[in-house]
């Protein structure tokens, strides 16, 4: 075949791909380039369906930025790169790999319509990524500058400030003779909540930012906070220039392979979306959360050299920690009794476990990656200034001790056909093994599974691990995980999945060996183009502790019994005009242990999103009735709130929640205002402790501002 043929062949290819487009604009499906998207009803979606897995607090920044970066930067899916689809989040390793596949075969996309050609993308899965992508058939390509960086490099600056407005008990007045003696029993400082931020990124090159925090209760300009902020952080990124991948300078997150050794920040588990069970591992990223513990700082970077990439990173910083022992005789500090997260440092105390030991971490990652085929080593090392010494109880007594530990694991992924493996091995310095397999399958058109099994050792020990797992660390659990995605007709869709996990040795509320079986079923359906609804089924059983009161032997707390939760939801969004959206949810929700009698709960909202067209003015209220007859009744709901900020409150009690956050924005200014107000009818003391509010509502106000240039 000679030149003038292949170009006629090219030619007439194109002008078909052309004729189907058109086709498919015309004839097929076109509404959703008419649809009003709603970029925040995505992430909220994804950040309550991770709340709802886990009672910790997670830092959800990091998803944010992603989402935020590629609303403003939209992806372009003819160059994109696997580990640059990965960061939506929202495409599964099926479709990554079909888009791939496709652009590679048939030549790069002339349009966002012949994404509805790409198998496995739905019309519904085009409307939902279209807010951050874009389709460039020829990308312009100009040669960096510092001169271009500097002239059209994006500068965002945020201020929030955030209080309470009733009195909790560490801010009212006692005299100072009482003070004296318990010097812990007030805040030092103010109510007053302040967070600042600035971030400048120019493309995928440079990106460059800081982030302050002061907590409520804590100092700011004085006594023991003389430099402002109790929390600064800071991060300089450089991304592809030649070899160079990445490299960071100041304080950064490490990712690799499954998470079983390194994975800092939060991670996707168990959710609706039960096809994304594959941590997407991103290596050496910039931090700039308020997470004031789980990140590095120093220097990591990432070389590229054909299918290899290696990666090395340094970090020295210090952490908080309850001191235990000190020399006598030069006051150095010898031991510690634990690691603190909370980062918050607002009474005597918590100030003198400030930044106590030093931590010192070092390692590195080599990666081989092919087509289909990905396969890496990580190493870590870290040491601390004192010994961890904790109080050995049965259930803790494999958990690390002393100063230094190390880790080593291999992950791989490949792909056969319609399947995905991967997984990793992973090894502490005492020789405990922790491994994770999994696959995602296509099996038909209309039909895809999820399967991973997970097998922790009771002795593995990884202070920086997140894989998947019931546990909130990688310790002492076996589980299998199986999950499915059924598109039976069109505009409806089943997800399911099914998890049961034994536990080899006891933990804490389980003086026992001990079991549990969780699963949900979700069914959603697209009645329109403006309404959406969805119907779960989630429950989960595990076996814990007797009440010691209901033993023959009080002494005795090795028997257990089963727990259950099952949670009940009916979820509408619903457009009713352009300008106006309107969400209900319903949720009941059953708690039973043993033969006691259940503890039920229910919830029902309604949400009001309204964005006049004569304003660029957002506003987005609620209204939710709540009754639970205890904590453990107690059922998340995500809140709209200000940028870059999340509010996934509890709701237990009984009574009525609201609020009201509005955003308006100018040609580079965006300012956002929030009010919100949980009233108990059952409650005349709120909280606890030094948060202890005599009374019976809570009210918090927000204000936030965005200054773009």
Known sequence: MNVYEYKIIMSNLTLYKILIIISLFLFVNYSFSQEVVDNQQLIEDLIENIAESSDEELDYTSLFDDFNYFINNPLNLNIATKEELEKLYILNDFQIKSLLHYIDKNGQLLSIYELQLVYGFT????????????????????????????????????????STVEDQKGYTPISDSALNISPNSRYLGSRLKIYTRYKYHYKNKIAFGFTTQKDAGEEFFKGTQKNGFDYYSAHLQLSNFGHLKTLVVGDYKLRFGQGLNL????????????????????????????????????????FSYKDIDFSTFISKKKIDANLSEKDTLDDELRSVSSFLVSGIHATPSQLEDKHAIDENLFGGNLTLNKKDFKIGMTYVKYKYGADLIKNITPYNQFDFTGSENSNLSVDYQFGIRNIYFFGEAARSSNGAIAYVN??????????????????????????YSNAFAENTRNVNEKGIYIGTEIHPIKHWKVSAYYDTYKFPWIKSRASALSNGVDYLTQVDFRLSRKVQMYWRVKNETKSVNVDKNELLNPSD???LVDVSNLHLRYNIV??????????????????????ESSENGYLI???????????????????????????????YAYEANVLYAYSIPAYSSKGVRTYLTLKYSLKKLDIWLRYAQTYYSNKSIIGSGLNEISGNTKTDLTFQLRYKF
């Open 123 to 162: 019309p519904e899965l085009i409307q939902k990524i279209l807010p951050f992508i874009t389709v460039l058939v020829k990308p312009e390509v100009k040669k960096f500058s510092l001169k271009r960086a500097v002239k059209y490099g994006s500068n965002q600056y945020f201020l929030r400030l955030n």
């Open 263 to 302: 994975w800092s920040g939060m991670a996707t588990g168990k959710s609706a979306y039960v096809l994304n069970i594959r941590r997407k591992a991103q290596g050496i990223r910039k931090y700039s959360s308020t997470d004031e513990n789980k990140f590095m700082r120093g220097v990591g970077a990432t």
């Open 438 to 463: 999994g696959a995602v399958a296509n099996v038909a058109p209309q039909v895809s599974i999820s399967i991973l099994h997970r097998d922790y050792a009771r002795n593995y020990q990884a202070l």
């Open 557 to 559: 707390a090795r028997y």
């Open 574 to 595: 619903y457009q009713i005009l352009d300008v106006l959206q309107l969400k209900n949810r319903i949720e009941l929700v059953k708690y039973k242990k043993g033969d």
């Open 605 to 635: 909202y309604q949400d009001i999103v309204y964005r006049p067209k004569i304003l660029p003015l957002k506003i987005s209220f609620r209204y939710g009735v709540f009754d639970t007859d205890t904590y453990n009744a107690r059922i």
